[in-house]
T-cell receptor, first 111, second 114 residues
Framework: DQQVKQNSPSLSVQEGRISILNCDYTNSMFDYFLWYKKYPAEGPTFLISISSIKDKNEDGRFTVFLNKSAKHLSLHIVPSQPGDSAVYFCAASDGPYKYIFGTGTRLKVLA | GAGVSQSPSNKVTEKGKDVELRCDPISGHTALYWYRQSLGQGLEFLIYFQGNSAPDKSGLPSDRFSAERTGGSVSTLTIQRTQQEDSAVYLC????????????FGPGTRLLVL
């Protein structure tokens, strides 16, 4: 049973436009959420995180939104750049270290 | 400094053979994690080491899987009597501590069991 779900396996966006990647979770005990980016043949790299006490966290072009009542989080990238093309994983945690990852969304930013 | 390194980068083995996968964490990181990513799946937690504490092995899928961490640094994940369903990318990560610290991942070992 997938506790963290990324229902869109892929997404294509034009360069300069906004990319919105979505993630849903089922466990209301999750209190910390992260997004990782993964390029081919590389390990995932940390992108941005959010604690459950917040509903928004922003870092440059990347913003994560958390809707606890809907058990939903999203990652917004604006403006999207070709270098953003990668697989994006959301992850959730209900403890100090154990992350539950989604299956990933492959983002392709078209030049 | 250097990131997390893993070896080998690729491993092809025959069903029934044992394999050892190695992880060198970032120097000074006390926490080390192993994950597995099977085709079309998310990253699946396998095992967690923190300092000298007993590891959390709750994610290991069977008793054919084991891991150790020597001297609080290098870790080895061993899979005995490999099966085709063990084919996956095995990822290692490390972090400074354990309290929701950012986990830094290595490039992974791609294991193929024929």
């Amino acid at each position: 049973d997938q506790q963290v779900k990324q229902n869109s396996p892929s997404l294509s966006v034009q360069e300069g436009r906004i990319s919105i990647l979505n993630c849903d979770y089922t466990n209301s005990m999750f209190d910390y959420f992260l997004w990782y980016k993964k390029y081919p043949a590389e390990g995932p790299t940390f992108l941005i995180s959010i604690s459950s006490i917040k509903d928004k966290n922003e870092d440059g072009r990347f913003t994560v939104f958390l809707n606890k009542s809907a058990k939903h989080l999203s990652l917004h990238i604006v403006p999207s750049q070709p270098g953003d093309s990668a697989v994006y994983f959301c992850a959730a945690s209900d403890g100090p270290y154990k992350y539950i990852f989604g299956t990933g969304t492959r983002l392709k930013v078209l030049a | 400094g250097a990131g997390v390194s893993q070896s080998p980068s690729n491993k092809v083995t025959e069903k029934g053979k044992d394999v050892e996968l190695r992880c060198d964490p970032i120097s000074g990181h006390t926490a080390l994690y192993w994950y597995r990513q099977s085709l079309g799946q998310g990253l699946e937690f396998l095992i967690y080491f923190q300092g000298n504490s007993a590891p959390d092995k709750s994610g290991l899928p069977s008793d054919r899987f084991s891991a150790e961490r020597t001297g609080g640094s290098v870790s080895t994940l061993t899979i005995q009597r490999t099966q085709q369903e063990d084919s996956a990318v095995y990822l290692c990560a490390s972090s400074l501590g354990s309290s929701q610290e950012t986990q830094y991942f290595g490039p992974g070992t791609r294991l193929l069991v024929l």
